[in-house]
């Protein structure tokens, strides 16, 4: 096992497990996105898949993980913003709660494509 510094993920074990995470993380949000119940925006869609992508921006920005595959993200990105947008007038969102979902929307367009374009991914 190597290390290349005195951090807690400066070694090749921790750098392991947060990879692991990762990928334990990417299925969690690929298994909710394809179950149209489970991924509903008031279901596990704001609840789990949300914190998720920003659970996964943290450990890419603060912990040196590889983020998921770009294909995955894009898959991601393109099957939340259909699900948003189908739902979003139903849900009839006012005042904080509307706030709630824009900063939603803006990290999931924003911060996951911007972490993997630091990692040498070009997301579309």
């Not at 394809?34 to 920003?54: C, N, Q, S, W």
């Not at 913003?81 to 009839?92: K, R, S, T, V, Y």
Request: proline share 3%.
């Amino acid at each position: 096992m190597g290390t290349w510094g005195i951090g807690n993920f400066d070694n090749d074990g921790a750098a392991d497990y947060v990879n692991n995470l990762v990928d334990r993380l990417t299925a969690m949000v690929t298994v909710i996105l394809t179950d149209k119940t489970r991924a509903a925006l008031d279901e596990e869609g704001e609840a789990v898949v949300m914190p998720i992508v920003g659970i996964l921006i943290l450990l890419c920005e603060q912990c040196g993980a590889y983020p998921p595959d770009e294909g995955a993200i894009v898959n991601w990105r393109d099957n939340y913003l259909q699900i948003f947008d189908n739902q979003i007038d139903d849900l009839a969102p006012r005042g904080k709660e509307c706030v709630s979902y824009c900063t939603s929307m803006a990290c999931f367009r924003g911060t996951l494509v911007r972490v993997c374009s630091t990692h040498r991914h070009q997301v579309r």
